[in-house]
C-alpha cells in the first residue's frame, strides 16, 4: 500500500503523506515517485512543477523536513510549496494564544527585579525604584510607578504607555527613553497621561483626551471610530 | 526543635552583626538556648562584639571540612550560663569556601539542640547571602532609615519573595534619630514599612552607647536601664510570639513619638 499519495489539484501536486508510517518508509516512497515522475516523458518538465505535501496530523521535525526538502532539489523541475500539517507545537499555539492578549500583574516589582512580558500588560501592583517592567506592547498602569517601564520592546515605536507615570525613574518606548526627573517632560501629570513616541521619533505625552489624534490607528482599533 | 533565623539587610554597616549579638542576648537572658551562626566568612566580627575572640579554637570551616565536630567548635559565652554559643566563621578563606548544602546540614544539626539558631548574614547577594538563607526558617531584615539601606532592603525583600522561606521576613528598622525623622529628613518608620510591605518587628533608636559598649566585648542588651537595650529586649519578646505594646520613650520629641505609637498601633498584628 502507497504510504505518500500524489493527487493533482488545480495549482499543481499536492503528496498526501501518511501520518502513521515510518517516516523512513516515507523518504523511500518519495525518493521514488520522483525518480518515477522525472523518468515519465508524458510530464511536461519546461517549467518547473510544484508540490504540496500534506502531513495530516504528523509533525515533522526540523532535520526530518529538511532531508525531504533536499530529495525534490536534487531535480531542476520539481519544487516544494509548501508542507502544512494539522498540528503545531504547545509553543507555537501558546504563542498564537498570546497575541494581542492584555496581561495583567498585581505583584510588586522591587529593586533590582526585572520582569518581560510579550504582549500588552495592565499593571495593577507597585514598581518600586530599581524595579524594571518591560513589555513588547502597550502598558497600562493603574498601580504605582516609581521604578521603570518600558513598552514596545525592542524597537517597536507605536506603543503607548497610559495612566499615572509621574513618579516613575524612567518611560521607554522602543529605543526612545525619557528620565523623569531630570526634565519637565510631563505634560499631563495626571492619571491618564499618555506616552508616545511622535512623527521626528522622539517621546512625548499628552493627556488621553487626545488620543484620537496621539495615535488614530490606536484609537480606531479599540473602537473608537468617529 | 529550634528555630532558625537568618539576619540580613543587604547592605552594610546597617547593624545585622550588632542585631544578631544582641537579640541572641536577650533571648539567653530570656532563658533560651540559642546559638549565633556567623557566616560573614573572611571578615567576621560578630565574635568581637561578643568579646569571644580570644576564645576561638576552630571555625566553621574545620567543622565542614570534618577537622572537628561541631559542638567542639562552638565557643560558649560565660555570661549567660549554657544559654549562648558561637559558632565562628572563618578568617582565612572567603564567602565560596562553603556551599548551601554545608550550611542547611550545620543549620539542622544545631536546631536540635538549640531553641534558636541566629544566623548573621554578610553584606551583599553573592554566596555569603544564599548560604546565610538556605538553612533559616525565618528572616529579619535590618534597614536604617536611609534611602540606600531601605533599596537594599527592598532587593532582599524581593529575593526572600521569590524564593520564599516557611515564615514571611519581618523587619527591623535600626539607628533611628528621632530628631531627622521628626524634621523629615529621612523616611519615617511608617513609610519604610509600608514601602517595603514587610511586617515591622521592631525599631532600635541611635545610640553612642551602641559603639561603646560593643568596642568592650559587651552587647548593649547587658544594660538593662539603655533604651536600645530595651528596644533589643522587646524585639526578642516579640519573637517569642509575645504582644508587647510599644515601650514608652521619655524624650521633649513627643510629636514624634506619637506618631511612632500611632505605626506601631497599626501594625499591631506583626508583633
Known amino acids: ?226 | 526543635m529550634g528555630k532558625a533565623i537568618v539576619i540580613t539587610s543587604g547592605k552594610g554597616g546597617v547593624g545585622k552583626t550588632t542585631s544578631s549579638a544582641n537579640l541572641g542576648s536577650a533571648l539567653a537572658l530570656m532563658d533560651k538556648k540559642v546559638c549565633l551562626l556567623d557566616l560573614d566568612i573572611g571578615l567576621r566580627n560578630l565574635d568581637v562584639i561578643l568579646g569571644l575572640d580570644n576564645r576561638i579554637m576552630y571555625d566553621i570551616l574545620d567543622v565542614v571540612n570534618g577537622k572537628v565536630n561541631l559542638n567542639k567548635a562552638l565557643v560558649k559565652d560565660k555570661r549567660f550560663e549554657n544559654n549562648l554559643f558561637l559558632l565562628p566563621a572563618a578568617q582565612n578563606t572567603d564567602k565560596n569556601a562553603i556551599n548551601e548544602e554545608q550550611v542547611k546540614k550545620i543549620v539542622e544539626e544545631l536546631k536540635e539542640q538549640f531553641d534558636y539558631v541566629l544566623i548573621d548574614c554578610p553584606a551583599g547577594i553573592e554566596q555569603g547571602f544564599l548560604n546565610s538563607v538556605a538553612g533559616a526558617d525565618s528572616a529579619i531584615i535590618v534597614t536604617t532609615p536611609e534611602i540606600s539601606a531601605v533599596r537594599d532592603a527592598d532587593r532582599i525583600v524581593g529575593l526572600l519573595e521569590k524564593n520564599p522561606l516557611k515564615e514571611v521576613p519581618r523587619l527591623i528598622i535600626n539607628r533611628i534619630r528621632p530628631d531627622m525623622m521628626d524634621h523629615g529628613e529621612v523616611m519615617d518608620v511608617d513609610e519604610i514599612t509600608h514601602h517595603l510591605g514587610v511586617d515591622l518587628l521592631g525599631i532600635v533608636v541611635d545610640d553612642d552607647k551602641v559603639i561603646a559598649t560593643s568596642n568592650h566585648g559587651e552587647p548593649i542588651v547587658l544594660d538593662s536601664e539603655n533604651i536600645v537595650s530595651q528596644a533589643y529586649r522587646n524585639i526578642a519578646r516579640r519573637i517569642l510570639g509575645d504582644d508587647v505594646p510599644l515601650m514608652q520613650i521619655k524624650t521633649e520629641k513627643n510629636g514624634f513619638w506619637g506618631k511612632l505609637k500611632k505605626t506601631f498601633s497599626k501594625n499591631k498584628n506583626s508583633f
Open chain 1, 1 to 226: 500500500m502507497n504510504q505518500v499519495i500524489l493527487k493533482g489539484n488545480e495549482n499543481g501536486y499536492e503528496l498526501k503523506i501518511n501520518e502513521t508510517c515510518d517516516i523512513k518508509v516515507i523518504i523511500d516512497e518519495i525518493s521514488n515517485l520522483l525518480d518515477d515522475l522525472s523518468s515519465d516523458k508524458k510530464i511536461k518538465k519546461n517549467k518547473s512543477i510544484m508540490f504540496e505535501l500534506n502531513t495530516g496530523n504528523r509533525l515533522l521535525k526540523d532535520n526530518e523536513k529538511d532531508f525531504i526538502l533536499s530529495l525534490f532539489k536534487q531535480y531542476d523541475f520539481f519544487e516544494v510549496k509548501s508542507i502544512i500539517s494539522n498540528v503545531i507545537t504547545k509553543e507555537e499555539a501558546l504563542k498564537i494564544k498570546n497575541e494581542g492578549r492584555t496581561f495583567k500583574t498585581v505583584q510588586t516589582i522591587r529593586n533590582g527585579q526585572y520582569e518581560k512580558i510579550d504582549g500588552d500588560v495592565l499593571v495593577f501592583g507597585k514598581i518600586h525604584k530599581g524595579g524594571k517592567l518591560v513589555s513588547t506592547g502597550n502598558v497600562y498602569v493603574l498601580g504605582d510607578i516609581e521604578g521603570i517601564i518600558h513598552a514596545g520592546f525592542p524597537n517597536y515605536e507605536d506603543k503607548l504607555i497610559i495612566g499615572k507615570i509621574d513618579s516613575a525613574q524612567q518611560v521607554r518606548i522602543g529605543e526612545q527613553h525619557q528620565i523623569l526627573s531630570e526634565s519637565n517632560f510631563l505634560n499631563d501629570n495626571s492619571s491618564q497621561s499618555v506616552v508616545y513616541v511622535n512623527d521626528l521619533h522622539i517621546l512625548d505625552n499628552g493627556n488621553l483626551n487626545a488620543l484620537k489624534s496621539i495615535n488614530p490607528k490606536f484609537f480606531n482599533e479599540i473602537g473608537g471610530t468617529r
